[in-house]
């Protein structure tokens, strides 16, 4: 499982070389390569003057659901700027019944923004993995969610061609670790980048509010390149 990696972790005397050559950057005023990157093959959006925000995120995963409540804050401080959409990465060779869970309740229209945290905490609170498909059914169960119209759901054509479009789209955005952020289809960032440049968080917290100054620099330049 790729998580995002803590800046906290001992330096070699290489990679403080690269550390110290890029001290200057910051997340407020971010550097391309750096805190956040651009695709070389742009990708197609549907939002129009409003920037779209993609987030590449894992339910096993404790950074994506530790960054759920900011990346929400964000969301709303940005009011009309921004559509966030979301999409749960795929695994080659893994069946993730969290994955089709997520899909599953996207397809029916009831994948409110509580039943998506809720989902979090299940895991990571309630130390209940949803690892399996029953345990799936059970939670989802107990959400008010008609269960045998989730259960024919999960298991019809239309989740698995979700599940292999995650698989494309991880491709196509260069996706090897998340949580990850996509601005507009062109430009890549994520916690871990946005400290890049300084390496000074001393927390996940920290690495939040960092990201959270880059993608405002971000979607003001995607806004601007709609003009």
């Known amino acids: 499982m790729r998580f995002l990696k803590f800046a906290l972790t001992a330096i070699t005397a290489v990679t403080f070389g690269a550390v110290a050559l890029t001290a200057s950057a910051s997340p407020a005023d971010p550097k391309n390569g750096v805190e956040y990157k651009t695709l070389a093959a ?14 590449f995120f894992d339910y096993a995963c404790p950074h994506c659901s530790a960054f759920d409540d900011s990346l929400n804050a964000w969301v709303k401080k940005q009011g009309d700027n921004v559509v966030l959409k979301r999409m749960h990465i795929s695994r080659s060779g893994t069946d993730l019944p969290q994955q089709r869970m997520f899909f599953t309740l996207e397809a029916m229209g009831v994948l409110t923004p509580e039943l998506h945290t809720k989902a ?3 895991i990571h609170v309630n130390r209940n993995p949803l690892r399996r498909d029953e345990q799936v059914f059970e939670f ?12 024919d759901t999960y298991r019809g054509f239309g989740v698995a061609g979700r599940v292999r479009k995650a698989t494309a789209m ?6 090897d670790s998340w949580p990850t ?8 960032t994520s916690p871990t980048m946005a400290d890049a440049g300084a390496n000074t968080a001393k927390t996940e917290a920290d ?21």
């Open 207 to 227: 690495l939040h509010t960092e990201v959270a100054q880059v993608l405002d620099v971000l979607v003001a330049k995607a806004k601007a390149e709609k003009k």
């Open 181 to 188: 952020l996509a601005v507009d289809g062109k430009y890549i």
């Open 42 to 55: 742009p990708q197609p959006v549907d939002t129009g003057k409003k920037v779209e925000i993609i987030e």
């Open 170 to 175: 991880m491709d196509a955005y260069t996706i």
């Open 140 to 151: 989802i169960a107990k959400q008010g969610v008609d269960k045998q119209k989730f259960i």
């Open 120 to 122: 979090f905490k299940e």
